[in-house]
């Protein structure tokens, strides 16, 4: 995980998410700490779902999805200055997310996805646009998302796109494939 962090980070990939739904909180605390110490500064770091962690490792933001912490309840526990996503699934989330203080809403899957347990419903490029239409707020789009359709999620309206499966087997040169692709 952290060579794969690093030649991420080393490709140009901008936010970095740590993400670990089967770790305890001391085990991702130890990753998140040695993922800081690697990392250039240049690189996003961002928490999935623990507003606590996030402070204490210093990382520069959190995502939380529509089970966790409420999005007012995280912004409490850490204050104006670092960022904050919110995971939406279908244009009522977006319009609630968008109502918040969130930095950036993300949306998804917007194609199949088996990196996730229970996903939900597949959105299409059609909800990447419809979620556009109600948000000016910066969109990620998230599920699915491969080297070959990236370009019609940009089109589609998202402002960025948020990658597991196809940065896994060779991430410094499907990172490097998916930034010249968006460039
Ligand atoms: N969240 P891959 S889809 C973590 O819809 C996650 O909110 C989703 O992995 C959502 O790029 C997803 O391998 C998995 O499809 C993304």
Redesign the pocket.
């Known amino acids: 995980m952290f060579r794969a962090a690093e030649d991420l980070a080393a490709a140009g990939v901008g936010l970095i998410q740590y993400?670990n739904k089967s770790g305890n909180a001391r085990q991702m605390l130890d990753h998140a700490r040695e993922l800081k110490l690697r990392l250039a500064t240049s690189v996003k770091l961002i928490m999935?779902d623990r507003a606590d962690l996030v402070l204490v490792a210093e990382f520069d933001g959190v995502h939380v999805?529509q089970d966790d912490l409420s999005p007012e309840g995280v912004r409490g526990i850490i204050g104006d200055a670092l960022w904050l996503g919110v995971?939406?699934?279908n244009p009522e989330q977006v319009r609630e997310a968008d109502q918040t203080s969130a930095d950036y809403i993300?949306?998804?899957?917007?194609?199949?996805?088996?990196?996730?347990t229970n996903?939900?419903p597949v959105?299409g490029l059609e909800g990447v646009r419809r979620a556009r239409e109600l948000t000016r707020k910066p969109l990620v789009a998230?599920?699915?998302?491969?080297r070959a359709n990236c370009r019609s999620v940009i089109d589609a309206g998202a402002d960025s796109v948020?990658?597991?499966?196809?940065?896994?087997r060779e991430p410094g040169k499907s990172a490097e494939a998916f930034l010249r692709i968006l460039g």
């Open positions: 993400r999935n999805g995971s939406t699934h993300a949306v998804g899957p917007v194609f199949a996805t088996a990196s996730k996903p939900d959105i998230i599920g699915g998302i491969k948020a990658v597991i499966s196809d940065l896994i």
